[in-house]
């Protein structure tokens, strides 16, 4: 791997990290995050039980959604990317746009109208760290002869 690859790699590893952490932390909640009870104005506790089924149902689903994401990202990065292939220079960052657009969207979207903070500032950090080794993936051309 050329030493621009290797950066790329570098910077895509903590993104995918990133992105599989914070799956694993909404797979595993048995309840809102903090953020959830302060947007909607009320404790865990007070939500109707048929209601938190169908929420904590959606949390969980975004946290497979997000390892799912991860796990795929990672496979690309270790194989494929590793050997050079070039759709794995445009699948990585691919596979992350289409998950940490919307994450951001919403999360913004939370944060402007409803007085509870949500953590759009790791999934700015995971598309920055994308863009980066997307950018830092590509080879320099060798320059035509003279």
């Known amino acids: 791997m050329n030493p621009k690859m290797k950066i790329a790699f570098w910077l895509y590893l903590p993104a995918i990290v990133l992105f599989g952490v914070s799956g694993v932390v909404y797979l595993l909640r048995t309840e809102f995050m903090p953020y959830h009870a302060v947007a909607v ?3 865990w506790a007070d939500v109707d039980p048929n209601f ?10 975004l946290g ?7 796990a795929a990202m990672g496979i690309i990065l270790f194989i494929p990317f590793r050997q050079g292939m070039a759709w794995a220079r445009w699948s990585i960052p691919a596979l992350g746009l289409i998950a940490g657009l919307p994450a951001l969207h919403v999360t913004i979207s939370v ?3 409803t007085p509870a903070t949500a953590p759009w500032m790791g999934i700015v950090v995971f598309l920055a760290l994308l863009g980066a080794g997307f950018a830092m993936s590509f080879q320099d051309e060798p320059s035509p002869p003279t």
């Not at 938190?52 to 689903?61: T, V």
């Open 41 to 43: 104005g009320m404790a």
């Open 111 to 113: 944060t402007v109208n």
């Open 52 to 61: 938190q089924i169908l929420l904590i149902g959606g949390i969980r689903i």
């Open 64 to 70: 497979a959604a997000l390892i799912s994401t991860a």
